[in-house]
C-alpha cells in the first residue's frame, strides 16, 4: 500500500512540474525583442504627445513587451525614429521616467516633424 501511494505521489509531482513548467515563458515573444536599448536625445521640437494609453514597449515592435503607458495629461521627451515595419519612436515618459518604444500611430502630432533615425542619425523620418 505504500509503495502505491509513493508511486501516485511521484506521478503526481512530476505532473505538476510539468504544467508549471508549461507556464513558464521560454523568452522573449520573438528574437526581434532585444538590441534596441538606450538612444541619444536627437529631437527637441515639440508637437508631440501621447495617444490616450500609448503603450510604451521594450523593443520597437507590437509583440513586445509593455513597459507602461503614457497618457495626453503626461510630458513626453521624443530621442529618435526607427522603422521595423511601422515606424516607431524612442520615447521617455517625464512623468513617470519610464522610456522605451510608441509606435507613430499611436502618438499625437499638432505639427509636422522630422526625427532623426536611432541608428543613423544622419537619416530622418519625417511625419505630417
Given at each position: 500500500?505504500?509503495?502505491?501511494?509513493?508511486?501516485?505521489?511521484?506521478?503526481?509531482?512530476?505532473?505538476?512540474?510539468?504544467?508549471?513548467?508549461?507556464?513558464?515563458?521560454?523568452?522573449?515573444?520573438?528574437?526581434?525583442?532585444?538590441?534596441?536599448?538606450?538612444?541619444p536625445?536627437?529631437?527637441?521640437?515639440?508637437?508631440?504627445?501621447?495617444?490616450?494609453?500609448?503603450?510604451?514597449?521594450?523593443?520597437?515592435?507590437?509583440?513586445?513587451?509593455?513597459?507602461?503607458?503614457?497618457?495626453?495629461?503626461?510630458?513626453?521627451?521624443?530621442?529618435?525614429?526607427?522603422?521595423?515595419?511601422?515606424?516607431?519612436?524612442?520615447?521617455?515618459?517625464t512623468?513617470t521616467?519610464?522610456?522605451?518604444?510608441?509606435?507613430?500611430?499611436?502618438?499625437?502630432?499638432?505639427?509636422?516633424?522630422?526625427?532623426?533615425?536611432?541608428?543613423?542619425?544622419?537619416?530622418?523620418?519625417?511625419?505630417?
Amino acid at each position: 500500500m505504500r509503495s502505491r501511494l509513493l508511486s501516485i505521489a511521484s506521478a503526481l509531482t512530476l505532473a505538476v512540474s510539468g504544467s508549471v513548467l508549461a507556464l513558464i515563458p521560454a523568452g522573449p515573444a520573438s528574437a526581434h525583442c532585444d538590441g534596441h536599448g538606450q538612444h541619444p536625445d536627437l529631437y527637441s521640437g515639440g508637437g508631440i504627445s501621447w495617444g490616450e494609453g500609448t503603450y510604451i514597449h521594450a523593443y520597437p515592435h507590437r509583440d513586445c513587451q509593455s513597459k507602461g503607458q503614457g497618457y495626453p495629461s503626461q510630458g513626453i521627451d521624443v530621442h529618435c525614429a526607427t522603422l521595423t515595419g511601422d515606424l516607431w519612436f524612442f520615447v521617455r515618459n517625464t512623468t513617470t521616467g519610464i522610456n522605451g518604444w510608441a509606435r507613430r500611430d499611436a502618438l499625437r502630432f499638432s505639427q509636422s516633424v522630422t526625427i532623426a533615425d536611432c541608428a543613423n542619425g544622419l537619416a530622418a523620418h519625417r511625419v505630417a
